[in-house]
T-cell receptor, first 113, second 110 residues
Framework: DTEVTQTPKHLVMGMTNKKSLKCEQH?????MYWYKQKAKKPPELMFV???????INESVPSRFSPECPNSSLLNLHLHALQPEDSALYLC????????????FGPGTRLLVL | LAKTTQPISMDSYEGQEVNITCSHN???????ITWYQQFPSQGPRFIIQ???TKVTNEVASLFIPADRKSSTLSLPRVSLSDTAVYYC???????????FGKGTMLLVSP
């Protein structure tokens, strides 16, 4: 199974809402990632979890809060987002370090109103 | 962190070979070169990775000259379904971050 799944596929939320994005992989990968991708732009790395510990936080605003409950799951909690946070949020996983092949999920399309 | 430069877009026809070159002049000794493909509204998909000379898999080849300051992704006999954005990345073990380049939009026409 080389699949990374993400839910929901689409999400519309107001600026006062709290929501969560979920990501799951069953490949036994030890690293998981969150990326943000705006239209016609490359993915931008947000967070990296390695062995369930946050290892990289790319100076992301605190309204984005990652969580790794176990080695297969990765969440991104959203609170008080701004319209400019609307984007495609991608989850990925890799066997080990950041240089290894990353397997991406299909993403969650987020719209903040 | 090595910066990468790629053409913004390329056009091709079905059945042709397509070569996309990525420039990474300040590549470091331990850096690997990796290429991903992305279709609209989907996550990127790994294509190929190499360190030096030539790497080939079932979908592409990667050519890296001796100075490693550039690399060329070669797609043999492209089809319409190869229309996508192709990203070149340079990354090494132990890096604290990873940056996608701006990508090359490949359009394959009939």
């Amino acid at each position: 199974d080389t699949e990374v799944t993400q839910t929901p596929k689409h999400l519309v939320m107001g600026m006062t809402n709290k929501k969560s994005l979920k990501c799951e992989q069953h490949m036994g990968h030890r690293a998981m990632y969150w990326y943000k991708q705006k239209a016609k732009k490359p993915p931008e790395l947000m967070f990296v979890y390695s062995y369930e510990k946050l290892s990289i936080n790319e100076s992301v605003p605190s309204r984005f809060s990652p969580e790794c409950p176990n080695s297969s799951l990765l969440n991104l909690h959203l609170h008080a987002l701004q319209p400019e946070d609307s984007a495609l949020y991608l989850c990925a996983s890799s066997q080990g370090g950041i240089q290894e092949t990353q397997y991406f999920g299909p993403g969650t399309r987020l719209l903040v109103l | 962190l090595a910066k990468t430069t790629q053409p913004i877009s390329m056009d091709s026809y079905e059945g042709q070979e397509v070569n996309i070159t990525c420039s990474h002049n300040n590549i470091a000794t331990n850096d690997y070169i990796t290429w991903y493909q992305q279709f609209p509204s989907q996550g990127p998909r790994f294509i190929i990775q190499g360190y030096k000379t030539k790497v080939t898999n079932e979908v592409a080849s990667l050519f890296i000259p001796a100075d490693r300051k550039s690399s060329t992704l070669s797609l043999p006999r492209v089809s319409l379904s190869d229309t996508a954005v192709y990203y070149c990345l340079v990354v090494a073990p132990g890096y604290s971050t990873l940056t996608f380049g701006k990508g090359t939009m490949l359009l394959v026409s009939p």
